[in-house]
């Protein structure tokens, strides 16, 4: 789904907890995840805390840690997001959110993923582009 080309679906599998909370989190982070879980996942804050001992108490700084996620993981989410949106747009399709969170999870664990790598100058230009898109 990155550059020009469209990733095929992820094959389906069996999704672990800490898997549907990364996106839960992906979905948070680009503003589509419902009320109804949010308050969900942030009632099981003090569990996630307690089960993957961490310093953070709010629900998505635990899953960060707990996931050991970069600073920049919310920029890589939202570029691709961004990105990706415009190119469904261009092709006059749909990108499903729950879909994009699915997909930024798979391509996020597989081996040897640079999805949150950003050679120099690439993450100032990903904040540009964001900030483009925000407007």
Wanted: glycine share 4%.
């Amino acid at each position: 789904m990155s550059g020009a080309e469209q990733a095929p679906k992820p094959a389906p599998r069996e999704s672990g907890p800490m898997e549907t909370l990364f996106a839960n989190y992906v979905l948070a982070v680009i503003g589509h995840l419902p009320p109804d879980k949010e308050a969900l996942v942030a009632s099981l804050a003090p569990k996630l805390q307690a089960s993957l001992k961490t310093q953070a108490t709010e629900w998505k700084a635990i899953v960060a840690e707990g996931l050991q996620l970069s600073a920049t993981i919310d920029v890589a989410i939202l570029d691709l997001w961004f990105t990706n949106l415009a190119l469904a747009a261009a092709r006059q399709t749909v990108l499903a959110p729950e879909y994009y969170a699915q997909w930024f999870v798979a391509k996020y664990a597989e081996e040897g993923s640079r999805i949150d790598v950003w050679p120099e100058g690439a993450l100032e230009a990903a904040r540009a582009r964001i900030a483009s898109t925000r407007k």
